[in-house]
């Protein structure tokens, strides 16, 4: 017998069912709205008890935007605590999976190559990386970043030449996005190198992205403590909202109703981690 409540049940980011546009089309518009305002928001989405549709609404905002933003729920710790390491795993998870009709590249790759176009064209601009078609390269960089940064392609010629020069190139990278971001050069720097190592590599090579995750949680990672983890993924999101909307929502956290200190431990985590990356958006989804 099919499961009488298939449809009406839904888990974030995995819906079972169909999503009926007509139910909190005036939220969902609200919602819509406030996330294209092209700056980071604090929403808070709050709902008189469970089961007035948040999750559905939520679930809905992500179906229509997932191509052009990145979503990323986050999961409490014993159900009570923001970990910066958790979260911080989430969107590198996200980032790493295969696109599909991607050739094999990830979100991961395209940001990389998005980002170092951004930090090398006013490099271009000013003559500092002298170019005999400074026009034609601005171009390339400005309007196809991801081909003219493509490390596998023998003819493109930004990209090998960038490889070549990586161990000079790669502090004024981290510099100029650095000045872009906001976030301290040392701490772009780390992330450039690790963007740069994984890009590199051929999408063939299966290894490449478990490298990754050992380099930023394994026994050598330069982040030994929560609060260590925070600051990492501060500087990480306020680089990778330079291409990409990312959006944190807190959901589906019914337990915390009983536990107000953790509630307001969580909501002033997630609000600290919004001003130190204020282009991120955060929504904390409440009864």
């Not at 808070?44 to 905002?61: C, H, V």
Request: aromatic share 8%; net charge negative.
């Amino acid at each position: 017998m099919p499961n009488p409540f298939g449809s009406t049940f839904e888990s974030f980011g995995v819906p079972r069912g169909p999503l009926v546009e007509a139910v909190h089309q005036d939220q969902f518009k609200t919602l819509s709205g406030l996330l294209d305002s092209g700056e980071g928001q604090l929403i808070s989405l709050r709902a008189p008890r469970a089961g007035f549709g948040k999750t559905m609404l939520l679930s809905r905002l992500r179906q229509a935007r997932q191509a052009q933003a990145l979503f990323v729920p986050v999961h409490l710790s014993d159900g009570r605590r923001v970990e910066g390491e958790f979260i911080l795993e989430e969107i590198l998870t996200q980032m790493s999976e295969v696109l599909p009709a991607g050739g094999g590249l990830t979100r991961l790759d395209l940001h990389t190559r998005k980002l170092f176009a951004q930090g090398l064209m006013p490099m271009v601009y000013s003559g500092e990386v002298p170019c005999q078609d400074r026009e034609g390269a601005i171009g390339s960089l400005r309007d196809r970043p991801t081909e003219a940064f493509d490390f596998h392609h023998e003819g493109a010629a930004i990209a090998q030449w960038s490889r070549e020069q990586f161990g000079l190139l790669g502090p004024r990278l981290s510099s100029v996005l650095s000045k872009s971001s906001g976030a301290s050069g040392r701490d772009i720097g780390y992330w450039i190198d690790l963007f740069f190592n994984y890009a590199i590599r051929p999408p063939s090579d299966v290894s490449r992205t478990a490298d990754l995750m050992d380099s930023v949680f394994g026994d050598r990672s330069r982040f030994h403590s929560g609060a260590g983890f925070l600051e990492g993924l501060g500087s990480f999101l306020n680089l990778i909202t330079l291409v990409e909307p990312v959006i944190l929502i807190l959901d589906e956290v019914d337990g915390l109703s009983s536990d107000s200190d953790a509630a307001l431990r969580a909501a002033s985590c997630l609000t600290s981690l919004w001003e130190a990356a204020p282009r991120v958006s955060v929504i904390l989804s409440v009864n």
